[in-house]
């Protein structure tokens, strides 16, 4: 800082002498105040009402603010601080250091020469440090907004009365009977909810996308309405792209100049609110709805309203509502900024040896502000794999795993921009006389150490992968040829013999070519006939010929017709196939020729059933295998003999074990459909030239034999086997999932 106030780091031998001359600088008239009662005591809030920004400062600070008239020396600041406030002395360094810290806020004007450059190199400075935190945090961007504070009061009227006491507590009374409708018929909503592949599908999507765009902007409309009525303004309005998402932004800052907290925290809360009643509608909506747009609209918005508002806005390790309301709560404005300051303030005095004075921090929970520096940075870390993993499960069937690498470098790129910024300004600055030696080498030692641990250290660690139950030398049947059910003659668990007729479909395209090519056959035998009487060579030559070839056609007619009849290819017991979940859009516009659920369910009478449709499966024997379906990354770690944990979803809260009996040597190309990402299964499959869904990555069965059957473990049910791995280091952990995530080589 140029004039009397030196840099906090002078090297050594430099000496200040500047107590008797007048400081340059004056507390700016144009400040707002207000007193706030806080978690830690009394402070003071300050509005800076040409920036629109609020700061924090302390009542010793304020005294500290208001001295500065341009017209005191430092050491009249000095004995008259010290004469205000005789519990907290300080000295003419810590005070130089409090001014500085003051004049850095924006709160004082000087009246010294030259200021232009000095205030040019601050706000290029800002803009940096604007742009830096714009690429860190390109999934959360804010683009520039309006002044909304006319429209929120033109709202006011029609909206304002629902934060009132009285609407409040009905409010909260019809969120909670929807809660209590869930607890009390969670078994019957499980049941109406569609698979994972179904409702983040390419079909649904898009409605997703809109309705979550639409509730956000209801949710900031509730801040800023809220805001209005509680007597603080909304300066700013604007678009903001949450994880490329359109949605509002509202702020509602000036809320901090309101001296009762629970105004506050009611309007950091008014978003949540407002997205809590929706849900609650949306919910009875979808429930007593029947199949149709409004149905599925409803599970959008119930969605959107609801695991959001849990994951994200309720959430105080975001920078959104839930992180505003601890805010408020702690009696601390800008809760993370003054987290990663103390972090950074004792980071230095620790690793570095660099002391201070004067310690800012003292009146602050220390422990608390630690705790959530690390439990935000380790939460926003898992937040943006979380993304990037749903990011490369919507890209991958697109075959736009490079677009998914390009985010991947980004999000690495920010997590280490911010502290390697950090390390760059401290290099950059005149600090480094000031370390310590000993601090250096105790830091440096310290790093090495965990660095060899993670890199070093063997650590064991545990592979999971599907699991499917099926009977010993089970025998599948599948459809040969397409066709609509019109006879079903078994039904799963009953027993049948060799040859029994399981199945009949009808193909009334097919009848009506075998129809056709028997009229064909027939002409032919009749124009034979007729070339015989006539003793014509050439013509019986070429009648016979064309008869031959009507008969060939009519016999492959037939055996294709007579495919359409399924028959039991061994004794044994009927188990049905793979299941179906139901088509949204083939309910929506009243499809019944589309089958869904089991294949042998009495609802599918009359249903189309494509070809290679696996209908049913016969067990000739009651022994029970598992198979074990591991990827080209864990074949290596698994060898005969093994044990594996078993858990089958038929009974979650149990545990099995299995040994492995046999390891395939080649990968497989098709697995049973239920263990598929379009059934809800970990299994990605991608359609084949010919139409066929193949496996997309390299997957090996292992076949486990179980030590006494359970009637738990039925034939098809799915499930997860978990066993141990090869130890390895956490890098090369960390290196493998990496890899394998990003189908990168070597």
């Known amino acids: 800082m140029p004039g009397l106030l030196k840099s906090k780091s002078e090297p050594p031998g430099h000496r200040q002498d500047s107590s008797g001359a007048v400081l340059p600088f004056t507390c700016r008239n144009d400040l707002e105040y207000r007193v706030i009662i806080g978690y830690t005591g009394s402070y003071i809030v300050v509005k800076d009402p040409v920036g629109l920004k609020y700061h924090k400062l302390s009542p010793e600070q304020k005294t500290l603010l208001q001295f500065l008239n341009g017209q005191r020396t430092l050491e009249d600041i000095r004995r008259e601080f010290n004469a205000a406030h005789p519990d907290a002395f300080l000295s003419s360094r810590a005070i130089q250091q409090q001014i500085s810290d003051l004049h850095d806020k924006g709160l004082t004007r000087s009246h010294r020469m030259g200021q232009g450059p000095v205030l040019q190199k601050q706000a290029g400075q800002a803009f940096r440090k604007k742009l830096w935190g714009t690429v860190a945090n390109f999934l959360f961007l804010r683009l520039p907004g309006w002044d909304a504070d006319r429209f929120l009061q033109w709202m006011l009227p029609v909206c304002g009365w629902m934060f009132s006491r009285t609407a409040v507590c009905f409010a909260m009374l019809f969120v909670m009977s929807s809660w209590l409708y869930i607890a009390f018929q969670f078994d019957h909503v499980r049941r109406q909810l569609p698979e994972f592949s179904q409702f983040f599908g390419l079909g649904n999507l898009m409605s997703l996308w809109i309705t979550f765009a639409i509730a956000k902007i209801i949710h900031e409309l509730g801040h800023g309405i809220s805001c209005r009525r509680f007597g603080a303004a909304c300066h700013e309005i604007g678009v903001m792209l949450l994880v490329f998402s359109p949605t509002l932004y509202c702020d509602v800052t000036d809320s901090w100049m309101l001296s009762r907290r629970s105004r506050r925290i009611a309007i950091a809360a008014a978003g949540m609110y407002v997205e809590l009643i929706l849900s609650a509608i949306a919910l009875y909506v979808w429930m ?223 009848l009506d070519q075998l129809d056709a090519a028997r009229l064909e056959t027939e002409r032919h035998q009749i124009e034979l006939r007729f070339a015989v009487a006539k003793s014509d060579s050439g013509a019986r030559q070429l009648a016979r010929q064309q008869l031959a070839n009507a008969g060939l056609q009519l016999k492959q007619l037939e055996e294709q017709v007579a495919r359409l009849t399924l028959r039991a290819p061994v004794s044994g017991r009927v188990i049905a196939g793979a299941a179906r979940p139901v088509d949204a859009q083939a309910r929506r516009q009243g499809d019944s020729s589309t089958w869904s659920g089991l294949p042998t369910d009495e609802q599918n009478m009359g249903a189309v059933f494509e070809e290679g449709t696996h209908f049913v499966s016969i067990a000739p024997k009651e022994e029970t295998r598992v198979l074990l379906h591991v990827n080209q990354d864990q074949r290596n770690d698994i060898q005969v003999g093994d044990r594996v944990d078993l858990r089958f979803d038929s009974a979650p809260d149990q545990l099995f074990q299995g040994t492995v009996e046999l390891l395939a040597s080649e990968n497989q190309t098709n697995v049973d459909p239920t263990l598929t990402t379009q059934y809800g299964g970990a299994l990605t499959t991608v359609a084949d030239e010919f139409g066929h869904e193949r496996l997309m990555d390299r997957v090996y069965v292992a076949t486990l034999v179980l030590p006494v059957n359970n009637e738990l473990i039925s034939p098809g049910t799915r499930g997860i086997g978990r066993f141990t791995r090869q130890s390895r280091s956490v890098f090369a952990w960390s290196w493998r999932a990496f890899r394998q995530t990003f189908a990168l080589s070597g």
């Open 288 to 510: 007593f709805t029947d199949a149709g747009p409004l149905h599925y609209h409803a599970l959008n918005l119930w969605f959107a309203t609801t695991v959001t508002t849990v994951i994200f806005n309720a959430n105080p390790l975001m920078r959104l509502d839930g992180y505003y309301i601890l805010s408020d709560f702690l009696g601390i404005p800008n809760l993370r900024q003054r987290s990663n300051q103390v972090v950074e303030h004792f980071s230095r005095q620790w690793c570095l040896g660099i002391r201070q004075e004067h310690n800012p921090y003292k009146d602050d929970p220390i422990l608390g502000l630690v705790i959530y520096y690390f439990a935000a940075g380790i939460y926003r870390v898992l937040l943006l794999l979380g993304i990037l993993l749903v990011i490369r499960e919507w890209l991958l069937p697109m075959s736009l795993l490079d677009v998914t690498r390009i985010i991947c470098v980004v999000m690495c790129a920010s997590l280490v921009m911010g502290p390697g910024r950090k390390i760059y300004q401290l290099w950059k600055s005149r600090e480094t006389w000031r370390m310590k030696r000993i601090n250096i080498i105790v830091t440096s030692c310290v790093a090495v150490a965990m660095i060899a641990l993670l890199s070093l250290v063997p650590i064991p660690w545990y592979g999971t992968a599907p699991i499917i139950a099926q009977p010993d030398e089970v025998r599948h049947i599948y459809t040969l040829n397409a066709g609509r059910l019109t006879e079903l003659l078994v039904k799963p668990g009953e027993m049948v013999s060799e040859g029994d007729v399981l199945v009949k479909l009808a193909n009334e395209e097919l």
